[in-house]
């Protein structure tokens, strides 16, 4: 997502709470054109909560209001950014945007999917009181630890207590009277969607429709293509360092390790809301990070194809479609539970909610004919039962165009 260039002036605006006061950083000046950069609203008694980033700044989120019909519908919407399994990942993230909100601006929601307040590129939410929430944890929204850099200084790791806190906040300010509210994220933030969906729907009257979509954030458990799990051994430094127990299923842990148990395959088998899985079969971060580590291909031959799966030969495609086969078989969860639904195509990119051309344009994946806008908003809304679509093996699809956003 855009993030505007421009000198930010921190304004004090009103209180939350008795002598506390919100922060918000905004552009200098009104821009005499539409749409405006979307304010970075800071939790600053968050910190008597312990809930902080990294470095210890107080976590923030982007608020945009909705109107009409839409003033009491909330769509609140998980960051991304991977994780930081070990001290010296997360020392470093503190010198950025992912580690601490010195580092934060105000954001642009147009041209961003799902958050995008045009009515033609996003119908079933334009005009829904719309919230992003910063990523600066390093694992998902879900950690509660304390550890110490090199240099001494303290590393937080209070995920679950920054998720806590905006949600607290975001209940005052209308959240808690919602009658229609969806959960969402991205990468790291579409495993959050999905550690914290039940959580979140525990805070609503049964009255309110409120629901999950986790965008690209199906991670396997698989082995990578030298036969190691060398994915599991950083997900196993997120689970030790950061103490995530707290929002993992009880009935996991009383028979599976941790670890496992964070896993979206585990996750799955216990969220009672309905749930929106949207993910890409071939998604390449997926590939690069899972399947095909650079530990695990050390003469390289792999570089190419990893770059673009339109350079992969037809061996390196045949492993590709046994990793989707993975993904498929570890979905058949959710083929048995009514209210979910789900999108994976077979195109070549990560994060699909969060941009227009993914989401809704003339170029988006379709499946059944439905662009993933389409999907989301007939699932949620009840338009027609039975919303799971599974694409079939690449290269089927015409509609995945080499135009889809990947990852760096």
Not at 6 to 32: D, I, K, M, N, Y
Not at 364 to 390: C, E, H, M
């Amino acid at each position: 997502m855009d993030v505007t260039a421009a000198v930010l002036v921190l304004v004090l605006l009103s209180f939350s709470g008795p002598l506390c006061p919100r922060l918000v950083r905004a552009s200098p000046s009104p821009s005499p054109s539409p749409p405006e950069p979307v304010a970075l609203t800071l939790l600053a008694c968050a910190t008597e909560k312990g809930a902080v980033c990294l470095d210890g700044t107080p976590p923030g989120y982007h608020l945009q209001r909705g109107s009409g019909s839409g003033s009491t519908s909330w769509l609140i919407h998980l960051e991304g950014g991977a994780w930081c399994s070990t001290v010296e990942r997360c020392s470093d993230r503190r010198m950025t945007v992912l580690g601490s909100s010195n580092f934060m601006k105000p954001i642009q929601f147009a041209g961003s999917g799902i958050l995008d307040s045009d009515q033609h590129l996003n119908p079933d939410f334009y005009n829904w009181n719309k919230v992003y929430v910063r990523y600066c944890d390093g694992v998902s929204f879900s950690g509660d630890a304390e550890g110490r850099a090199q240099d001494g200084s303290i590393l937080y790791f209070r995920g679950l207590r920054i998720y806590e806190a905006v949600i607290d906040e975001l209940m005052e300010k209308g959240l808690a009277k919602a009658t229609q509210a969806l959960l969402t994220g991205c990468s790291a933030g579409g495993l959050a969607t999905l550690l914290h969906c039940d959580d979140f729907s525990a805070r609503f009257p049964k009255e309110a429709s409120v629901k999950c979509l986790a965008d690209a954030g199906f991670f396997l458990n698989a082995k990578d293509i030298s036969g190691e799990t060398s994915f599991r051994a950083n997900f196993d430094g997120v689970v030790q360092l950061q103490n995530v127990r707290e929002v993992l299923y009880k009935d996991c842990l009383a028979n599976k390790d941790p670890t496992k148990c964070f896993y979206p395959a585990e996750l799955i088998k216990g969220i009672h809301t309905a749930v929106f899985i949207l993910n890409s079969a071939y998604d390449p971060s997926q590939i690069r990070n899972i399947l095909v580590p650079g530990s695990s291909d050390p003469d390289k031959s792999w570089l190419s194809c990893k770059d673009n799966i339109k350079n992969c030969n037809s061996t390196q495609i045949q492993i590709l479609h046994g990793f989707r086969n993975e993904m498929v078989n570890d979905l058949k969860v959710v083929q048995e539970k009514e209210d979910w639904g789900m999108f994976i195509d077979s195109c070549f990119t990560h994060c699909q909610a969060l941009y227009g051309i993914s989401w809704n344009s003339p170029i988006s994946p379709k499946l059944g004919n439905k662009t993933i806008a389409k999907a989301v908003g007939d699932w949620y809304f009840g338009r027609r039962q039975g919303v799971k679509y599974i694409d079939c093996e690449y290269p089927c699809n015409p509609t995945c165009s080499s135009l889809l956003p990947t990852p760096p």
